[in-house]
Nanobody, 123 residues
Framework: QVQLVESGGGLVQAGGSLRLSCAASGRTASNYAMGWFRQAPGKEREFVASISYGGGSTDYAVPVKGRFTISRDNAKNTVYLHMNSLTPEDTAIYYC????????????????WGQGTQVTVSS
């Protein structure tokens, strides 16, 4: 069992930056690939980024590539999402997710989900 708790969301102006954190707990948390998803009002949840359990491989959705960076610190069992050049279109609830397969995460599948953290970007 893996528990995921996100933090770091908030209100930011367009062009600003935020860093989301996801604290994972559970004996095997560091064995999991981790990812971030988001769900905007009235839209389906979508993949944002994923990172392999060792941190050596990452993947990004096209809308965030070049602006967002996913990283992890396995010593702290924490995954981060650094978000730069934010736009109002990035407004959503952001969810942390875990799966043994990073490919599965990129395809939208997760074994564990966090409760989500709200990110609001004002114009």
């Amino acid at each position: 069992q893996v528990q995921l708790v996100e933090s770091g969301g908030g209100l930011v102006q367009a062009g600003g930056s935020l860093r989301l954190s996801c604290a994972a707990s559970g004996r095997t948390a560091s064995n999991y690939a981790m990812g971030w998803f988001r769900q905007a009002p009235g839209k389906e949840r979508e993949f944002v980024a994923s990172i392999s359990y060792g941190g050596g491989s990452t993947d990004y959705a096209v809308p965030v590539k070049g602006r967002f960076t996913i990283s992890r610190d396995n010593a702290k069992n924490t995954v981060y999402l650094h978000m730069n050049s934010l736009t109002p279109e990035d407004t959503a609830i952001y969810y942390c997710a875990a799966h043994l397969s990073r490919t599965s995460l990129t395809r939208g599948q997760a074994e564990y989900w966090g409760q989500g953290t709200q990110v609001t970007v004002s114009s």
